[in-house]
């Protein structure tokens, strides 16, 4: 379980096909020395765990479904990623619960950046708008974000200058595709209530 603030961005280091999927190698932010193999990292808001350490460079085996789900897979040598370790009991929740279970991929449709506004539009698959709401929680490649508004098929956030600086969201373009999960709560009252109205 996370809560979508994103204590730094690494990098990848390497990326290798194997059995059943990928392994990625990731360089850690400074601050993540205390990392132990076995460990649950979030990935660009997927959650992994740790298979391996070597310094500050941790190995991850990521599988296939996971790479058909998420943008991992299209992963690069030198790209920088958002990484959160999982959250400990009692610790302050400062975003909302996470879970690190991307639910599809969006497409960037309109990044406005200027001094006056940060903002980016983002095209989810279709599937998962029913579960955005206005002022509803969502993540973005594993950061907590709060949905501004909501266009026909898209929806828009507000990014803060200290999310610009501590995430790689800044970097993206119109285009990008991100990792999208929805609130979880959101999720099972729909379910519940499709459920129970046999829809």
Known sequence: MFSGIVEGTGRIARVLPSRGGMKLTVILPRGS?????????AVDGVCLTVASRRGGNVDFD????????????????????????????????HGHFVQGHAEGIGRVVKFVNDTKDYKLTIKPPAKLMKYIAPLGSIAVHGVSLTVAALGQGTFTVALIPTTLKRTNLGNLAVGDAVNIETDMVARQVVRYLEARDGT
Do not use: C, H
């Open 62 to 93: 990521v599988m296939t479904e996971t790479l058909r789900k998420t943008t991992l897979g299209k992963l690069a040598v030198g790209d920088e990623v958002n990484i959160e370790r999982s959250l400990r009991a009692g610790q302050r929740t």
């Open 33 to 41: 020395s205390s990392v132990k193999i076995g460990e649950s990292v």
